[in-house]
Nanobody, 114 residues
Framework: QVQLVESGGGLVQPGGSLRLSCACS????????MGWYRQAPGKQRELVAT???????NFADSMKGRFTISRDNAKATVYLQMNNLKPEDTAVYYC????????WGKGTLVTVSS
């Protein structure tokens, strides 16, 4: 059984920063890609960023330059540093990890509001 647990969400003012973490635990042999998706109210889930086991990254265009993704393979943890947050970044952020199949966390809510 594999579990992903996100943390670090909350309320932040526009222009502020947050750092999300996601720890993977359970029957882990090798984690391939890890990443973050988000789902805003009334919208479909969308890609935020992904990172391979070797550290190669991929970002959605709207997040480039503001968000950074990183991972600690020894801790089986992926991070998302979000800077210059905007109200439109408000969403539930989901962590994902690809092992022999894709696993998802339950999500953490990020609210950007003054």
């Amino acid at each position: 059984q594999v579990q992903l647990v996100e943390s670090g969400g909350g309320l932040v003012q526009p222009g502020g920063s947050l750092r999300l973490s996601c720890a993977c635990s359970g029957s882990i042999f090798r984690i391939l890609d890890m990443g973050w998706y988000r789902q805003a109210p009334g919208k479909q889930r969308e890609l935020v960023a992904t990172i391979t086991s070797g550290g190669s990254t991929n970002f959605a265009d709207s997040m480039k330059g503001r968000f950074t993704i990183s991972r600690d393979n020894a801790k089986a943890t992926v991070y998302l540093q979000m800077n210059n947050l905007k109200p439109e970044d408000t969403a539930v952020y989901y962590c994902t990890a690809r092992l022999t199949m894709d696993y998802w966390g339950k999500g953490t809510l990020v609210t950007v509001s003054s």
